[in-house]
Protein backbone atom coordinates (compact mmCIF):
# COMPACT_ATOMS: atom_id res chain seq x y z
CA UNK A 1 0.00 0.00 0.00
CA UNK A 2 2.79 2.74 1.26
CA UNK A 3 5.17 1.13 -1.76
CA UNK A 4 2.10 1.74 -4.34
CA UNK A 5 1.75 5.68 -3.25
CA UNK A 6 5.02 6.15 -3.05
CA UNK A 7 5.35 4.98 -7.11
CA UNK A 8 2.08 6.97 -7.55
CA UNK A 9 3.98 10.34 -6.18
CA UNK A 10 6.57 9.88 -8.82
CA UNK A 11 4.36 10.05 -11.70
CA UNK A 12 2.05 12.66 -10.36
CA UNK A 13 5.76 14.69 -10.10
CA UNK A 14 6.77 13.80 -13.30
CA UNK A 15 3.50 15.23 -14.68
CA UNK A 16 3.69 18.32 -12.95
CA UNK A 17 7.36 18.69 -14.31
CA UNK A 18 6.42 17.65 -17.88
CA UNK A 19 3.46 20.14 -17.81
CA UNK A 20 5.74 22.57 -16.64
CA UNK A 21 8.53 22.12 -19.14
CA UNK A 22 5.96 22.45 -22.04
CA UNK A 23 4.24 25.67 -20.52
CA UNK A 24 7.90 27.14 -20.42
CA UNK A 25 8.87 26.06 -24.12
CA UNK A 26 5.43 26.60 -25.46
CA UNK A 27 5.56 30.23 -24.54
CA UNK A 28 9.38 30.95 -25.52
CA UNK A 29 7.98 30.08 -28.70
CA UNK A 30 4.90 31.89 -29.36
CA UNK A 31 5.33 34.96 -27.64
CA UNK A 32 7.31 38.08 -28.50
CA UNK A 33 10.98 38.50 -26.18
CA UNK A 34 10.24 36.06 -23.78
CA UNK A 35 13.41 34.40 -22.45
CA UNK A 36 13.06 30.99 -21.00
CA UNK A 37 13.48 32.21 -17.74
CA UNK A 38 10.31 34.71 -17.77
CA UNK A 39 8.41 31.60 -19.31
CA UNK A 40 9.02 29.59 -16.90
CA UNK A 41 7.71 32.57 -14.66
CA UNK A 42 4.59 32.95 -16.55
CA UNK A 43 3.64 29.45 -16.42
CA UNK A 44 3.99 28.83 -12.97
CA UNK A 45 2.49 32.33 -12.31
CA UNK A 46 -0.35 31.44 -14.24
CA UNK A 47 -0.78 27.62 -13.06
CA UNK A 48 -0.33 29.17 -9.52
CA UNK A 49 -3.38 31.26 -10.31
CA UNK A 50 -1.65 34.13 -9.42
CA UNK A 51 -1.52 36.52 -12.66
CA UNK A 52 0.21 39.71 -11.68
CA UNK A 53 -0.23 41.17 -15.05
CA UNK A 54 3.70 41.93 -15.90
CA UNK A 55 3.82 39.09 -17.92
CA UNK A 56 1.07 37.47 -20.16
CA UNK A 57 -0.27 36.21 -23.37
CA UNK A 58 -1.66 38.98 -24.04
CA UNK A 59 0.65 41.82 -23.14
CA UNK A 60 3.43 39.91 -25.08
CA UNK A 61 1.49 39.03 -27.88
CA UNK A 62 3.66 39.06 -31.00
CA UNK A 63 2.44 41.25 -34.05
CA UNK A 64 2.29 39.02 -36.45
CA UNK A 65 1.22 36.04 -33.32
CA UNK A 66 -2.21 34.39 -34.38
CA UNK A 67 -4.03 34.81 -30.84
CA UNK A 68 -6.71 31.91 -31.19
CA UNK A 69 -3.17 29.11 -31.16
CA UNK A 70 -1.58 31.63 -28.63
CA UNK A 71 -4.71 31.48 -25.89
CA UNK A 72 -5.41 28.03 -27.07
CA UNK A 73 -2.40 27.18 -25.88
CA UNK A 74 -2.67 28.92 -22.78
CA UNK A 75 -6.19 27.45 -22.09
CA UNK A 76 -4.70 23.89 -22.70
CA UNK A 77 -1.71 24.36 -19.86
CA UNK A 78 -4.58 26.22 -17.89
CA UNK A 79 -6.70 22.94 -17.10
CA UNK A 80 -4.22 20.02 -17.98
CA UNK A 81 -1.58 22.01 -15.65
CA UNK A 82 -4.34 22.76 -12.49
CA UNK A 83 -5.52 19.32 -13.08
CA UNK A 84 -1.78 17.80 -12.40
CA UNK A 85 -1.01 19.78 -9.68
CA UNK A 86 -4.03 18.98 -8.18
CA UNK A 87 -3.66 15.37 -8.40
CA UNK A 88 -0.15 15.53 -7.08
CA UNK A 89 -1.12 17.76 -3.93
CA UNK A 90 -3.51 14.80 -3.33
CA UNK A 91 -1.05 12.38 -3.75
CA UNK A 92 1.40 13.64 -1.59
CA UNK A 93 -0.92 14.57 1.09
CA UNK A 94 -2.39 10.62 1.11
CA UNK A 95 1.00 9.36 1.28
CA UNK A 96 2.09 11.50 4.55
CA UNK A 97 -1.64 10.22 6.00
CA UNK A 98 -1.20 6.91 5.61
CA UNK A 99 2.29 6.93 6.75
CA UNK A 100 1.02 7.87 10.06
CA UNK A 101 -2.17 5.11 10.25
CA UNK A 102 -0.33 2.68 9.27
CA UNK A 103 1.95 3.91 12.45
CA UNK A 104 -1.21 4.22 14.51
CA UNK A 105 -2.21 0.76 13.36
CA UNK A 106 0.65 -0.91 13.98
CA UNK A 107 0.39 0.83 17.61
CA UNK A 108 -2.61 -0.43 18.10
CA UNK A 109 -1.87 -3.98 17.01
CA UNK A 110 1.29 -3.76 19.43
CA UNK A 111 -0.76 -2.67 22.32
CA UNK A 112 -3.02 -5.74 21.77
CA UNK A 113 -0.48 -8.42 22.01
CA UNK A 114 1.45 -6.70 25.17
CA UNK A 115 -1.83 -6.62 26.85
CA UNK A 116 -2.31 -10.74 25.78
CA UNK A 117 1.06 -11.28 27.50
CA UNK A 118 1.12 -13.13 31.08
CA UNK A 119 4.00 -13.72 33.30
CA UNK A 120 6.68 -11.71 30.82
CA UNK A 121 9.02 -9.17 31.61
CA UNK A 122 9.71 -5.96 30.84
CA UNK A 123 13.03 -3.99 29.91
CA UNK A 124 13.62 -0.54 30.21
CA UNK A 125 15.85 0.44 28.01
CA UNK A 126 17.50 -1.16 24.80
CA UNK A 127 21.43 -0.13 25.25
CA UNK A 128 23.87 -2.84 25.18
CA UNK A 129 22.81 -4.83 28.61
CA UNK A 130 19.72 -4.53 27.37
CA UNK A 131 20.38 -6.47 24.69
CA UNK A 132 22.26 -9.01 26.10
CA UNK A 133 19.32 -9.27 28.25
CA UNK A 134 16.72 -9.21 25.56
CA UNK A 135 18.94 -12.48 23.87
CA UNK A 136 19.21 -14.55 27.24
CA UNK A 137 15.22 -14.24 27.78
CA UNK A 138 15.00 -14.88 24.28
CA UNK A 139 17.24 -18.15 24.44
CA UNK A 140 15.47 -19.19 26.97
CA UNK A 141 12.24 -18.78 25.56
CA UNK A 142 10.35 -16.40 27.47
CA UNK A 143 8.48 -13.53 26.46
CA UNK A 144 9.24 -9.77 27.02
CA UNK A 145 8.40 -6.23 26.34
CA UNK A 146 10.90 -3.68 25.28
CA UNK A 147 10.33 -0.40 26.58
CA UNK A 148 13.25 2.28 24.74
CA UNK A 149 12.58 5.50 23.82
CA UNK A 150 14.56 5.85 20.61
CA UNK A 151 12.64 4.49 17.59
CA UNK A 152 16.21 4.33 15.17
CA UNK A 153 17.73 1.75 18.12
CA UNK A 154 13.78 0.10 17.93
CA UNK A 155 14.72 -0.91 14.22
CA UNK A 156 18.25 -2.55 14.75
CA UNK A 157 17.23 -4.55 17.55
CA UNK A 158 14.08 -5.60 15.03
CA UNK A 159 16.64 -7.20 13.03
CA UNK A 160 17.61 -9.42 15.56
CA UNK A 161 14.16 -9.85 17.32
CA UNK A 162 11.46 -10.73 14.54
CA UNK A 163 8.22 -10.46 16.83
CA UNK A 164 9.72 -7.80 19.21
CA UNK A 165 6.67 -6.58 21.24
CA UNK A 166 8.02 -2.91 22.70
CA UNK A 167 6.63 0.45 23.79
CA UNK A 168 8.41 3.22 22.32
CA UNK A 169 8.59 5.85 24.08
CA UNK A 170 10.08 7.11 27.58
CA UNK A 171 9.95 4.33 30.58
CA UNK A 172 10.32 7.06 33.45
CA UNK A 173 6.42 8.32 32.43
CA UNK A 174 4.32 5.76 34.20
CA UNK A 175 1.61 5.89 32.12
CA UNK A 176 4.52 4.50 29.48
CA UNK A 177 5.46 1.55 31.89
CA UNK A 178 1.80 0.66 32.51
CA UNK A 179 1.01 -0.22 28.68
CA UNK A 180 3.85 -2.90 28.90
CA UNK A 181 1.46 -4.62 31.52
CA UNK A 182 3.92 -4.85 34.74
CA UNK A 183 0.44 -6.13 36.41
CA UNK A 184 0.51 -9.29 34.48
CA UNK A 185 4.44 -9.64 34.25
CA UNK A 186 6.70 -11.93 36.63
CA UNK A 187 9.56 -9.16 36.66
CA UNK A 188 10.49 -5.41 35.13
CA UNK A 189 14.42 -4.83 34.60
CA UNK A 190 15.53 -1.24 34.23
CA UNK A 191 18.74 -0.41 32.10
CA UNK A 192 18.64 2.98 31.47
CA UNK A 193 22.03 4.70 31.02
CA UNK A 194 20.87 7.38 34.03
CA UNK A 195 20.75 5.21 37.17
CA UNK A 196 18.70 8.17 38.30
CA UNK A 197 15.90 6.94 35.73
CA UNK A 198 16.18 3.40 37.06
CA UNK A 199 15.75 4.61 40.32
CA UNK A 200 12.70 6.19 39.04
CA UNK A 201 11.27 3.05 37.94
CA UNK A 202 11.92 0.95 40.48
CA UNK A 203 10.39 3.66 42.73
CA UNK A 204 7.23 3.13 40.89
CA UNK A 205 7.34 -0.26 40.16
CA UNK A 206 7.33 -0.82 43.96
CA UNK A 207 4.66 1.14 44.90
CA UNK A 208 2.41 -0.64 42.04
CA UNK A 209 3.49 -4.10 43.02
CA UNK A 210 2.76 -2.97 47.00
CA UNK A 211 -0.77 -2.04 45.70
CA UNK A 212 -1.51 -5.00 43.75
CA UNK A 213 0.18 -7.59 46.33
CA UNK A 214 1.62 -9.18 43.07
CA UNK A 215 4.43 -11.48 42.43
CA UNK A 216 6.83 -8.90 40.93
CA UNK A 217 11.02 -9.04 40.62
CA UNK A 218 11.96 -5.60 40.14
CA UNK A 219 15.77 -5.18 39.22
CA UNK A 220 18.25 -2.26 38.22
CA UNK A 221 21.82 -1.51 37.08
CA UNK A 222 23.57 0.82 38.85
CA UNK A 223 27.16 2.51 38.32
CA UNK A 224 27.98 3.25 41.66
CA UNK A 225 27.50 0.72 44.02
CA UNK A 226 27.96 2.58 46.89
CA UNK A 227 26.38 5.47 46.62
CA UNK A 228 23.05 3.76 44.40
CA UNK A 229 22.27 0.75 46.32
CA UNK A 230 21.12 1.74 49.71
CA UNK A 231 19.03 3.61 47.46
CA UNK A 232 17.68 1.06 45.54
CA UNK A 233 17.21 -1.23 48.37
CA UNK A 234 15.03 1.40 50.17
CA UNK A 235 13.32 1.87 46.78
CA UNK A 236 12.15 -1.74 46.54
CA UNK A 237 14.44 -3.10 43.95
CA UNK A 238 14.62 -6.99 44.63
CA UNK A 239 18.13 -7.49 42.57
CA UNK A 240 20.56 -4.41 42.13
CA UNK A 241 23.93 -4.70 39.81
CA UNK A 242 26.58 -3.10 38.99
CA UNK A 243 28.19 -3.98 36.13
CA UNK A 244 31.40 -2.61 36.82
CA UNK A 245 31.54 -3.95 40.09
CA UNK A 246 30.83 -7.30 39.18
CA UNK A 247 32.65 -7.30 35.73
CA UNK A 248 35.87 -5.90 37.64
CA UNK A 249 35.68 -8.93 39.84
CA UNK A 250 35.63 -11.68 37.39
CA UNK A 251 38.46 -9.48 36.00
CA UNK A 252 40.77 -9.55 38.98
CA UNK A 253 40.23 -13.33 39.52
CA UNK A 254 40.84 -13.66 36.15
CA UNK A 255 44.22 -12.00 36.57
CA UNK A 256 45.58 -14.66 38.92
CA UNK A 257 43.68 -17.41 38.21
CA UNK A 258 44.82 -19.29 34.75
CA UNK A 259 41.85 -19.34 32.68
CA UNK A 260 40.64 -22.72 32.91
CA UNK A 261 36.93 -23.37 31.21
CA UNK A 262 34.83 -25.04 34.06
CA UNK A 263 31.78 -27.65 32.71
CA UNK A 264 29.47 -24.97 33.34
CA UNK A 265 31.42 -22.86 31.00
CA UNK A 266 30.99 -25.27 28.80
CA UNK A 267 27.11 -26.02 28.94
CA UNK A 268 26.18 -22.24 29.23
CA UNK A 269 27.76 -21.77 25.55
CA UNK A 270 26.50 -25.44 24.30
CA UNK A 271 26.17 -24.74 20.81
CA UNK A 272 23.58 -28.00 20.45
CA UNK A 273 21.46 -26.39 22.55
CA UNK A 274 19.75 -24.06 25.51
CA UNK A 275 21.09 -25.61 28.32
CA UNK A 276 20.44 -23.94 32.02
CA UNK A 277 20.40 -24.67 35.63
CA UNK A 278 16.74 -23.09 36.10
CA UNK A 279 14.21 -23.92 39.13
CA UNK A 280 10.49 -24.99 39.26
CA UNK A 281 8.39 -24.38 42.15
CA UNK A 282 5.60 -27.35 42.96
CA UNK A 283 2.50 -25.99 43.11
CA UNK A 284 -0.52 -27.75 45.70
CA UNK A 285 -2.18 -29.17 42.65
CA UNK A 286 0.69 -30.60 41.05
CA UNK A 287 0.53 -34.53 41.28
CA UNK A 288 4.50 -33.92 42.40
CA UNK A 289 3.12 -32.79 45.92
CA UNK A 290 3.42 -35.33 48.28
CA UNK A 291 5.64 -37.87 46.14
CA UNK A 292 8.83 -38.90 46.56
CA UNK A 293 11.58 -38.10 44.11
CA UNK A 294 11.38 -42.17 42.85
CA UNK A 295 7.51 -42.16 42.95
CA UNK A 296 7.74 -39.23 41.38
CA UNK A 297 9.10 -40.48 38.38
CA UNK A 298 11.12 -36.78 36.75
CA UNK A 299 13.33 -38.43 35.13
CA UNK A 300 10.89 -40.32 32.91
CA UNK A 301 8.34 -37.83 32.04
CA UNK A 302 11.19 -35.32 31.34
CA UNK A 303 14.54 -36.44 31.06
CA UNK A 304 15.81 -34.44 33.87
CA UNK A 305 17.25 -34.92 37.02
CA UNK A 306 16.45 -32.71 40.37
CA UNK A 307 20.16 -31.54 40.78
CA UNK A 308 19.09 -30.28 44.70
CA UNK A 309 15.36 -29.17 46.74
CA UNK A 310 15.33 -26.10 48.44
CA UNK A 311 12.48 -26.71 51.23
CA UNK A 312 11.75 -22.70 52.24
CA UNK A 313 12.57 -19.55 50.39
CA UNK A 314 16.18 -18.71 51.99
CA UNK A 315 16.87 -21.90 53.25
CA UNK A 316 19.78 -24.61 52.59
CA UNK A 317 19.57 -26.58 49.63
CA UNK A 318 19.48 -30.61 49.72
CA UNK A 319 21.39 -31.54 47.07
CA UNK A 320 21.93 -35.15 45.09
CA UNK A 321 18.26 -36.14 46.57
CA UNK A 322 17.77 -39.74 47.11
CA UNK A 323 14.71 -41.52 45.73
CA UNK A 324 13.68 -41.54 48.94
CA UNK A 325 13.43 -37.67 49.50
CA UNK A 326 9.68 -36.34 49.55
CA UNK A 327 8.40 -33.73 47.15
CA UNK A 328 5.79 -30.56 48.85
CA UNK A 329 3.82 -28.20 47.73
CA UNK A 330 6.40 -25.05 47.58
CA UNK A 331 9.25 -26.81 47.34
CA UNK A 332 11.77 -25.08 44.53
CA UNK A 333 13.32 -28.26 42.45
CA UNK A 334 16.53 -27.05 40.65
CA UNK A 335 17.22 -28.72 37.59
CA UNK A 336 19.70 -28.47 34.33
CA UNK A 337 19.28 -29.08 30.91
CA UNK A 338 17.66 -27.98 27.85
CA UNK A 339 15.00 -25.57 27.74
CA UNK A 340 12.03 -27.60 26.52
CA UNK A 341 12.44 -29.99 28.51
CA UNK A 342 12.60 -27.55 31.70
CA UNK A 343 9.42 -25.87 30.43
CA UNK A 344 8.32 -29.33 30.13
CA UNK A 345 8.86 -30.19 34.00
CA UNK A 346 7.74 -26.57 34.86
CA UNK A 347 4.23 -27.03 33.49
CA UNK A 348 3.69 -30.47 35.74
CA UNK A 349 5.28 -28.76 38.63
CA UNK A 350 2.56 -26.25 38.44
CA UNK A 351 -0.03 -29.03 38.39
CA UNK A 352 -0.97 -27.39 34.61
CA UNK B 1 56.64 13.30 39.62
CA UNK B 2 55.77 11.92 36.01
CA UNK B 3 58.65 10.47 33.53
CA UNK B 4 61.39 9.03 36.14
CA UNK B 5 59.86 5.87 35.16
CA UNK B 6 59.35 2.56 36.93
CA UNK B 7 62.16 0.24 35.75
CA UNK B 8 62.64 -0.71 39.02
CA UNK B 9 58.84 -1.94 39.29
CA UNK B 10 59.34 -6.18 38.41
CA UNK B 11 56.39 -8.70 38.28
CA UNK B 12 53.71 -5.58 39.01
CA UNK B 13 50.17 -5.03 37.45
CA UNK B 14 49.81 -1.78 35.19
CA UNK B 15 46.21 -0.35 35.20
CA UNK B 16 45.45 1.74 32.28
CA UNK B 17 42.88 4.30 32.78
CA UNK B 18 41.18 5.63 35.52
CA UNK B 19 37.68 4.94 35.01
CA UNK B 20 34.79 3.43 37.40
CA UNK B 21 36.23 0.00 37.04
CA UNK B 22 39.67 1.17 37.01
CA UNK B 23 38.40 1.96 41.00
CA UNK B 24 37.12 -0.70 41.94
CA UNK B 25 40.24 -2.86 40.62
CA UNK B 26 42.49 -1.34 42.83
CA UNK B 27 39.89 -1.63 45.64
CA UNK B 28 39.44 -5.19 44.77
CA UNK B 29 43.69 -5.70 44.39
CA UNK B 30 44.56 -4.58 48.02
CA UNK B 31 43.01 -7.20 49.66
CA UNK B 32 44.92 -9.75 47.92
CA UNK B 33 48.15 -8.02 47.47
CA UNK B 34 48.41 -7.93 51.42
CA UNK B 35 47.18 -11.55 51.75
CA UNK B 36 50.23 -12.72 49.43
CA UNK B 37 52.77 -10.03 50.93
CA UNK B 38 55.58 -12.32 50.15
CA UNK B 39 55.47 -12.05 46.04
CA UNK B 40 53.44 -9.12 45.83
CA UNK B 41 52.19 -7.38 42.75
CA UNK B 42 52.81 -3.96 42.86
CA UNK B 43 50.03 -1.46 41.09
CA UNK B 44 50.89 0.84 38.42
CA UNK B 45 48.08 3.61 37.32
CA UNK B 46 48.98 5.09 34.07
CA UNK B 47 46.44 7.87 32.95
CA UNK B 48 46.79 10.65 30.65
CA UNK B 49 44.75 13.50 32.82
CA UNK B 50 46.68 14.87 35.91
CA UNK B 51 43.29 15.78 37.24
CA UNK B 52 42.11 11.90 37.88
CA UNK B 53 45.69 10.85 39.39
CA UNK B 54 45.71 13.26 42.07
CA UNK B 55 42.14 12.76 43.10
CA UNK B 56 43.61 8.90 43.28
CA UNK B 57 46.25 9.71 45.84
CA UNK B 58 43.74 11.47 48.07
CA UNK B 59 42.39 8.06 48.47
CA UNK B 60 45.17 5.70 47.72
CA UNK B 61 48.14 7.88 48.73
CA UNK B 62 50.90 5.72 48.12
CA UNK B 63 49.86 4.10 44.94
CA UNK B 64 52.75 4.27 41.97
CA UNK B 65 51.27 6.19 38.95
CA UNK B 66 52.18 7.87 35.76
CA UNK B 67 50.85 10.71 33.96
CA UNK B 68 50.73 9.99 30.25
CA UNK B 69 49.37 8.20 27.33
CA UNK B 70 49.37 4.27 27.49
CA UNK B 71 48.76 3.95 23.51
CA UNK B 72 52.26 5.29 23.31
CA UNK B 73 54.72 2.35 23.33
CA UNK B 74 57.39 4.65 25.38
CA UNK B 75 54.76 5.16 28.06
CA UNK B 76 55.05 1.81 28.54
CA UNK B 77 58.48 1.38 28.50
CA UNK B 78 58.32 3.37 31.13
CA UNK B 79 56.03 1.58 33.19
CA UNK B 80 58.72 -1.36 32.64
CA UNK B 81 55.67 -3.37 31.04
CA UNK B 82 58.43 -6.35 29.40
CA UNK B 83 58.53 -7.67 33.57
CA UNK B 84 54.91 -6.81 34.51
CA UNK B 85 52.76 -9.60 35.33
CA UNK B 86 49.76 -8.10 34.05
CA UNK B 87 48.02 -5.26 32.81
CA UNK B 88 44.47 -4.14 32.85
CA UNK B 89 43.75 -2.15 29.24
CA UNK B 90 40.74 -0.31 30.74
CA UNK B 91 40.45 2.67 29.04
CA UNK B 92 36.97 3.82 27.98
CA UNK B 93 38.22 3.62 24.21
CA UNK B 94 37.83 0.19 22.38
CA UNK B 95 40.06 1.20 20.27
CA UNK B 96 42.96 2.38 22.80
CA UNK B 97 42.03 -0.85 24.73
CA UNK B 98 42.53 -3.06 21.66
CA UNK B 99 45.79 -1.25 20.53
CA UNK B 100 47.16 -1.69 24.52
CA UNK B 101 46.39 -5.44 24.10
CA UNK B 102 48.87 -5.33 21.05
CA UNK B 103 51.54 -3.63 22.21
CA UNK B 104 51.49 -4.98 25.94
CA UNK B 105 51.29 -8.63 24.16
CA UNK B 106 54.27 -7.85 21.88
CA UNK B 107 56.44 -5.72 24.49
CA UNK B 108 56.03 -9.04 26.64
CA UNK B 109 54.79 -12.33 25.52
CA UNK B 110 54.54 -13.53 29.09
CA UNK B 111 52.10 -11.09 30.48
CA UNK B 112 48.58 -11.61 31.75
CA UNK B 113 46.19 -9.46 29.67
CA UNK B 114 42.56 -9.24 31.06
CA UNK B 115 41.02 -6.49 28.54
CA UNK B 116 37.25 -5.63 29.07
CA UNK B 117 35.65 -4.57 25.98
CA UNK B 118 31.86 -3.07 25.34
CA UNK B 119 30.71 -5.04 22.35
CA UNK B 120 31.65 -9.35 23.16
CA UNK B 121 30.90 -10.04 19.32
CA UNK B 122 33.29 -7.11 17.55
CA UNK B 123 35.99 -6.05 19.47
CA UNK B 124 35.82 -9.16 21.69
CA UNK B 125 37.33 -11.84 19.11
CA UNK B 126 40.06 -8.86 17.92
CA UNK B 127 41.15 -8.22 21.96
CA UNK B 128 41.54 -11.90 21.80
CA UNK B 129 43.15 -12.12 18.40
CA UNK B 130 45.33 -9.25 19.64
CA UNK B 131 46.96 -11.58 22.96
CA UNK B 132 44.09 -10.78 25.50
CA UNK B 133 44.13 -13.99 28.13
CA UNK B 134 41.01 -12.83 28.77
CA UNK B 135 38.05 -10.29 27.86
CA UNK B 136 35.52 -9.58 29.86
CA UNK B 137 32.26 -7.34 28.75
CA UNK B 138 30.77 -5.58 32.09
CA UNK B 139 27.43 -5.03 29.78
CA UNK B 140 27.26 -9.21 29.03
CA UNK B 141 28.00 -10.12 32.73
CA UNK B 142 25.37 -7.61 33.92
CA UNK B 143 22.98 -8.34 31.46
CA UNK B 144 22.59 -12.07 31.90
CA UNK B 145 23.18 -11.85 36.54
CA UNK B 146 20.10 -9.02 36.15
CA UNK B 147 18.17 -12.13 34.41
CA UNK B 148 19.59 -14.68 36.18
CA UNK B 149 18.25 -12.92 39.27
CA UNK B 150 14.85 -11.58 37.86
CA UNK B 151 13.77 -14.92 36.20
CA UNK B 152 15.64 -17.98 38.59
CA UNK B 153 16.28 -16.48 41.77
CA UNK B 154 16.84 -19.58 43.55
CA UNK B 155 18.88 -21.17 40.99
CA UNK B 156 20.91 -18.61 40.92
CA UNK B 157 21.53 -18.81 44.67
CA UNK B 158 22.19 -22.52 43.84
CA UNK B 159 25.01 -21.47 41.39
CA UNK B 160 26.84 -18.94 44.09
CA UNK B 161 26.78 -21.50 46.29
CA UNK B 162 28.53 -24.10 43.70
CA UNK B 163 31.08 -21.08 42.77
CA UNK B 164 31.90 -19.99 46.10
CA UNK B 165 34.61 -21.89 47.82
CA UNK B 166 32.98 -22.32 51.70
CA UNK B 167 33.42 -25.05 53.98
CA UNK B 168 31.95 -27.75 53.30
CA UNK B 169 31.84 -27.05 49.85
CA UNK B 170 29.15 -28.05 47.26
CA UNK B 171 31.12 -28.32 43.79
CA UNK B 172 31.31 -30.11 40.26
CA UNK B 173 33.80 -32.55 39.50
CA UNK B 174 34.40 -34.29 36.30
CA UNK B 175 35.56 -37.96 37.21
CA UNK B 176 37.46 -39.99 34.55
CA UNK B 177 36.68 -43.71 35.03
CA UNK B 178 40.00 -45.16 34.83
CA UNK B 179 40.66 -48.48 32.86
CA UNK B 180 39.99 -51.72 34.46
CA UNK B 181 37.59 -49.60 37.23
CA UNK B 182 35.55 -51.54 38.97
CA UNK B 183 32.52 -49.07 37.95
CA UNK B 184 33.07 -49.88 33.86
CA UNK B 185 31.13 -52.58 32.20
CA UNK B 186 27.92 -51.65 34.43
CA UNK B 187 25.13 -49.72 33.80
CA UNK B 188 23.99 -46.44 36.06
CA UNK B 189 21.85 -47.53 37.82
CA UNK B 190 23.43 -51.08 38.29
CA UNK B 191 26.64 -49.21 40.43
CA UNK B 192 23.71 -47.43 42.97
CA UNK B 193 25.71 -44.56 42.95
CA UNK B 194 23.92 -42.80 45.17
CA UNK B 195 23.35 -45.83 48.17
CA UNK B 196 27.26 -45.38 47.98
CA UNK B 197 28.34 -41.92 47.51
CA UNK B 198 25.28 -39.76 48.17
CA UNK B 199 25.96 -38.43 44.31
CA UNK B 200 23.75 -38.39 41.49
CA UNK B 201 25.54 -38.31 38.00
CA UNK B 202 24.40 -35.34 36.40
CA UNK B 203 26.37 -35.48 32.82
CA UNK B 204 28.53 -38.10 31.17
CA UNK B 205 31.05 -37.41 28.21
CA UNK B 206 31.79 -40.97 26.73
CA UNK B 207 35.46 -41.69 25.81
CA UNK B 208 35.11 -41.66 22.47
CA UNK B 209 32.84 -38.21 22.23
CA UNK B 210 33.86 -34.47 22.60
CA UNK B 211 30.67 -33.95 24.29
CA UNK B 212 28.71 -34.10 27.11
CA UNK B 213 25.33 -35.70 27.69
CA UNK B 214 23.13 -34.18 30.46
CA UNK B 215 20.92 -35.69 32.78
CA UNK B 216 22.12 -39.43 31.79
CA UNK B 217 19.29 -42.45 31.98
CA UNK B 218 19.60 -45.32 34.17
CA UNK B 219 21.27 -47.46 30.80
CA UNK B 220 23.83 -45.87 30.19
CA UNK B 221 26.56 -48.26 29.80
CA UNK B 222 29.95 -47.10 31.68
CA UNK B 223 33.63 -47.43 30.45
CA UNK B 224 37.21 -47.02 30.54
CA UNK B 225 37.64 -43.00 29.92
CA UNK B 226 34.95 -42.05 29.95
CA UNK B 227 34.11 -38.63 32.16
CA UNK B 228 31.28 -38.63 34.85
CA UNK B 229 30.34 -35.27 36.23
CA UNK B 230 29.18 -35.25 39.14
CA UNK B 231 27.96 -32.42 42.07
CA UNK B 232 28.20 -32.87 45.45
CA UNK B 233 30.79 -32.28 48.92
CA UNK B 234 34.38 -32.77 48.73
CA UNK B 235 33.88 -36.30 51.18
CA UNK B 236 31.25 -37.74 48.72
CA UNK B 237 33.49 -36.82 45.70
CA UNK B 238 36.75 -38.28 47.36
CA UNK B 239 34.36 -41.74 48.04
CA UNK B 240 33.67 -41.84 44.14
CA UNK B 241 37.10 -41.47 43.53
CA UNK B 242 38.27 -44.13 45.08
CA UNK B 243 35.58 -46.49 44.19
CA UNK B 244 36.21 -45.49 40.53
CA UNK B 245 39.84 -47.21 41.31
CA UNK B 246 38.26 -49.39 42.73
CA UNK B 247 39.79 -49.05 46.59
CA UNK B 248 36.67 -49.04 48.43
Known amino acids: MYKILRQRSIKALVLVLTVFAIGTVGFHLLLDNLTLMDSLYLTVVTLATVGYGDLSPHINMPPDGNPYVIKLFAILIILVGMGSVLYGLGIMTEYLVSGDLARRRNEKRMLKLISSLKDHYIVCGGGRSGHYIMQELKKTLRPFVLIEKSEERIRELQHEFDDLLYVNDDATQDDIINQAMPENASGIIAVLPDEKDNLFIVMSMAQKKKRSGKQLRIAAKVEHFKKMAPKMKSAGADCIISPELISSRRMVSEMFRPSVTTFLDRMLNDDRAVIRVEEVTVSHNSDLAGKTVKDARIHDRTGLLVVAIRKDAAGKFISNPGPEQSIEPNDVLISMGEMDKIINLRRIAEGK | ?248
Open chain 2, 1 to 248: MVSVGFKHLKEHIIICGLGTTAMYIIELLEPIQKETAKHAHENLVIDSSEEAINKLKTQWPNINCMIGNATDDDVLEQANIREAYGIFPVLSSEKDNLYITMAARQLNPRIRIVARTADVHNTGNKLFKGGANSVISPNLMGGLRLVSEIVRPHATDFLDELLHQADPWLHIEEVIIPSDSSLSGHMLKEIELHKRCGLNIIALKKYNHSLYAYNPSGTVLIEDGDTIVVLGYSDQIDKLEKLARGED
